[in-house]
């Protein structure tokens, strides 16, 4: 897990947490190859994802910042990912591919900061 960490923290410093300029940034949301279900999630990872759609203070279901950030950067509607009935907002082309592809992992070994 450490390797993990110091290496999505190695990228992120290398290439920043910020879409490329030279990407198309009207890309519009993404969603899982196949979209998750209640069922397929543990009740933990749900409970996780709660969590973090109350850290702007609203339970909404919108996840407004970035989880592969480790929720400290605002997310953008443009890199939205729907899992579990909720739309989690990434930073950038990376991190929203990142967590479509990854989310499980990424979501359970986040901590969530107390909500604002």
């Given at each position: 897990m450490?390797?993990?960490?110091?290496?999505?923290?190695?990228?992120?410093?290398?290439?920043?947490?910020?879409?490329?300029?030279?990407?198309?940034?009207a890309?519009?949301?993404?969603?899982?190859?196949?979209?998750?279900?209640?069922?397929?999630?543990?009740?933990?990872?749900?409970?996780?994802?709660?969590?973090?759609?109350?850290?702007?203070?609203a339970s909404?279901h919108?996840i407004?910042?970035?989880?592969?950030?480790?929720l400290?950067?605002?997310?953008?509607?443009?890199?939205?990912?729907?899992?579990?009935g909720?739309?989690?907002?990434?930073?950038?082309?990376?991190?929203?591919?990142?967590?479509?592809?990854?989310?499980?992992?990424?979501?359970?070994?986040?901590d969530?900061?107390?909500?604002n």
């Amino acid at each position: 897990m450490l390797y993990r960490v110091l290496l999505i923290t190695l990228t992120l410093s290398l290439f920043g947490c910020a879409p490329d300029a030279s990407t198309d940034q009207a890309t519009a949301t993404v969603e899982t190859a196949e979209p998750a279900t209640a069922g397929d999630a543990s009740a933990e990872l749900v409970a996780k994802l709660a969590l973090a759609d109350e850290v702007d203070g609203a339970s909404d279901h919108q996840i407004g910042k970035c989880y592969v950030c480790g929720l400290g950067m605002d997310g953008k509607p443009e890199f939205a990912v729907e899992v579990e009935g909720y739309t989690a907002h990434l930073c950038s082309d990376y991190c929203r591919e990142h967590f479509a592809n990854n989310w499980q992992s990424v979501v359970g070994e986040t901590d969530i900061p107390q909500s604002n």
